[in-house]
């Protein structure tokens, strides 16, 4: 089963940067999408980023930011495009939360897409 693996995460002083990246655990035939998601104590989990790859009918490469996220996150690829990576600056106190990567995600040709979450990983924003 096909599983996403998350690295970075932990904890940053209120301005700094961190950086989350996410890959999956085998080869994949297609992705529509990849992103991160976030969840707080008692909250709903939000979208932070998606980020459209081949299999999608937007515009590849085309980005989708949360609001509270715009011009301080950025989502980026490798050229393999099974690995993205979440650069997070000017991070703030309300930015602390458990991310999740997800993506939509075809294993086997001319099977459906199936959507998959990473294990999650918390960010600490706090002096």
């Known amino acids: 089963q096909v599983q996403l693996v998350e690295s970075g995460g932990g904890l940053v002083q209120p301005g700094g940067s961190l950086r989350l990246s996410c890959a999956a655990s085998q080869t994949i035939y297609s992705i529509k999408t990849m992103g991160w998601y976030r969840q707080a104590p008692g909250k709903e989990r939000e979208l932070v980023v998606a980020?459209?790859?081949?299999?999608?009918?937007?515009?590849?490469?085309?980005?989708d930011y949360a609001d509270s996220v715009k011009g301080r996150f950025t989502i980026f690829r490798d050229n393999d495009k099974k690995r993205v990576h979440l650069q997070m600056n000017s991070l703030k106190p309300e930015d602390t939360e458990v991310y999740y990567c997800n993506a939509v995600m075809m294993t086997i040709p001319f099977d459906r897409y199936v959507e998959h979450w990473g294990q999650g990983t918390l960010v600490t924003v706090s002096s």
């Open positions: 980020i459209f790859i081949d299999g999608s009918t937007s515009s590849a490469g085309s980005t």
